[in-house]
């Protein structure tokens, strides 16, 4: 076949379709003409409907909801356990009746936590229907929201405390309450009765009012009162849980050495078995200042000895109307029991003791050698102070000048 045959024959081949058949040509216009682009498919009434635009609306949003509160969420817990701002340890007081919003706000004041929003949104998660307690807390320095939480929801704030010693009348023991700075309101108009406060530390709270204190005094000495009562000697010449206090606060009185306390309890009920007078210089006192106690300055004068009070055992037989003081439980556990000694007689030795005696003469001896240590203690005291001020400079007028 020629090439002239091969020109004017029909071409076969996949035409513009994509199907086998003749292969028509096109004249150079015709093939810069664009082809015509399949339309899509028509969406159905389905997918045009507004409930399903809306459900995707709502699902969009909740997607994101989701995830903005997921990072929400972990912002706040790495705030909330993450060291907190605090570069030293500081005390915070949650007051009583406080919310977890004013505790927030206050932490946050005091640069103790750094946002107390976060606090507060996250505490109450953890507290579910517990509560953070009222009182003066110690924050260690870089502690995190959790760790406050913690330890305001514990109740472990700061105890301070006062100290009650033995020996000491009421009325002194309320003006150590009085004086204590961080108790709060009045003391009990009434005073209690005399030995009905029991002596000893007592911790509390910042707040903690002066009278539950006073409270807590008077029922502790019930207690430990009742307690040793019940096991004493059955012998004890007194028939009262009031005696057996007074003859307690005398013997409290007489000696702070706890070894001496069953022995000189022993003198006083000897005393009393025989019908003697108990002789006691701290009721001579307690007669005539009462519960202010004796000025320090103030000696025991030989005049003392002779006033007419209820409380002079120098004059009056048996005990005295009341207890002269506190006392403590050595001295209650002393006169429930006692020594048993037939001793009658003690005076100071000079030492910080006592020395005892049975009979008249042994006491007079021993009341001799102590007069005589104190006259030559008197006698050395006014010797140092002779050569303290015999060494002093001597400055003339001139000097002075």
């Given at each position: 076949?020629?090439?002239?045959?091969?020109?004017?024959?029909?071409?076969?081949?996949?035409?513009?379709?994509?199907?086998?058949?003749?292969?028509?040509?096109?004249?150079?216009?015709?093939?810069?003409?664009?082809?015509?682009?399949?339309?899509?498919?028509?969406?159905?009434?389905?997918?045009?409907?507004?409930?399903?635009?809306?459900?995707?609306?709502?699902?969009?949003?909740?997607?994101?909801?989701?995830?903005?509160?997921?990072?929400?969420?972990?912002?706040?817990?790495?705030?909330?356990?993450?060291?907190?701002?605090l570069e030293a340890n500081k005390n915070f007081i949650v007051r009583n009746g406080a919310?977890?919003?004013?505790?927030?706000?206050?932490?946050?004041?005091?640069n103790i936590i750094t946002d107390g929003r976060v606090f507060r949104f996250v505490s109450?998660?953890?507290?579910?229907?517990?509560?953070?307690?009222?009182?003066?807390?110690?924050?260690?320095?870089?502690?995190?929201?959790?760790?406050?939480?913690?330890?305001?929801?514990?109740?472990?704030?700061?105890?301070?405390?006062?100290?009650?010693?033995?020996?000491?009348?009421?009325?002194?023991?309320?003006?150590?309450?009085?004086?204590?700075?961080?108790?709060?309101?009045?003391?009990?108009?009434?005073?209690?009765?005399?030995?009905?406060?029991?002596?000893?530390?007592?911790?509390?709270?910042?707040?903690?009012?002066?009278?539950?204190?006073?409270?807590?005094?008077?029922?502790?000495?019930?207690?430990?009162?009742?307690?040793?009562?019940?096991?004493?000697?059955?012998?004890?010449?007194?028939?009262?849980?009031?005696?057996?206090?007074?003859?307690?606060?005398?013997?409290?009185?007489?000696?702070?050495?706890?070894?001496?306390?069953?022995?000189?309890?022993?003198?006083?009920?000897?005393?009393?078995?025989?019908?003697?007078?108990?002789?006691?210089?701290?009721?001579?006192?307690?007669?005539?200042?009462?519960?202010?106690?004796?000025?320090?300055?103030?000696?025991?004068?030989?005049?003392?000895?002779?006033?007419?009070?209820?409380?002079?055992?120098?004059?009056?037989?048996?005990?005295?109307?009341?207890?002269?003081?506190?006392?403590?439980?050595?001295?209650?556990?002393?006169?429930?029991?006692?020594?048993?000694?037939?001793?009658?007689?003690?005076?100071?030795?000079?030492?910080?003791?006592?020395?005892?005696?049975?009979?008249?003469?042994?006491?007079?001896?021993?009341?001799?050698?102590?007069?005589?240590?104190?006259?030559?203690?008197?006698?050395?005291?006014?010797?140092?102070?002779?050569?303290?001020?015999?060494?002093?400079?001597?400055?003339?007028?001139?000097?002075?000048?």
């Amino acid at each position: 076949m020629s090439d002239s045959d091969d020109n004017s024959a029909v071409q076969f081949g996949r035409n513009e379709t994509g199907s086998n058949g003749p292969i028509i040509p096109k004249s150079a216009s015709e093939a810069l003409r664009p082809e015509k682009v399949p339309q899509p498919p028509k969406r159905s009434r389905k997918a045009r409907s507004q409930v399903v635009i809306f459900l995707n609306f709502v699902m969009t949003v909740i997607v994101f909801v989701a995830l903005a509160a997921a990072g929400a969420v972990y912002y706040a817990m790495h705030e909330y356990e993450k060291p907190g701002p605090l570069e030293a340890n500081k005390n915070f007081i949650v007051r009583n009746g406080a919310g977890i919003s004013e505790i927030a706000s206050g932490l946050e004041r005091n640069n103790i936590i750094t946002d107390g929003r976060v606090f507060r949104f996250v505490s109450e998660a953890y507290l579910d229907n517990e509560t953070l307690k009222a009182g003066e807390y110690e924050i260690k320095a870089g502690s995190s929201m959790q760790e406050i939480m913690q330890l305001l929801k514990s109740g472990k704030s700061i105890l301070y405390s006062v100290s009650l010693p033995e020996g000491l009348t009421v009325k002194q023991m309320f003006n150590k309450l009085a004086n204590d700075p961080v108790l709060v309101g009045d003391l009990p108009q009434d005073l209690p009765s005399e030995g009905s406060l029991k002596p000893d530390t007592y911790k509390f709270t910042r707040g903690t009012k002066r009278a539950e204190i006073v409270q807590q005094m008077v029922a502790a000495q019930k207690a430990l009162v009742d307690q040793i009562w019940k096991m004493r000697d059955p012998d004890l010449p007194v028939s009262t849980v009031e005696e057996f206090v007074t003859l307690a606060s005398i013997v409290e009185k007489e000696t702070g050495r706890a070894d001496e306390r069953p022995r000189v309890a022993s003198v006083f009920i000897n005393r009393l078995e025989k019908g003697m007078r108990l002789q006691s210089d701290p009721t001579i006192i307690y007669g005539i200042f009462g519960g202010e106690g004796k000025p320090a300055d103030r000696a025991i004068l030989k005049s003392d000895l002779d006033k007419e009070t209820p409380y002079n055992t120098y004059l009056i037989k048996g005990l005295p109307p009341t207890p002269i003081a506190n006392p403590g439980r050595a001295a209650l556990e002393a006169v429930a029991n006692p020594s048993r000694t037939p001793e009658l007689y003690f005076v100071a030795d000079g030492t910080g003791g006592h020395v005892f005696a049975a009979t008249l003469d042994e006491h007079n001896a021993n009341v001799r050698r102590w007069r005589k240590l104190e006259a030559e203690k008197a006698a050395e005291a006014a010797k140092a102070a002779e050569a303290a001020a015999a060494a002093e400079p001597t400055v003339t007028p001139a000097e002075a000048q």
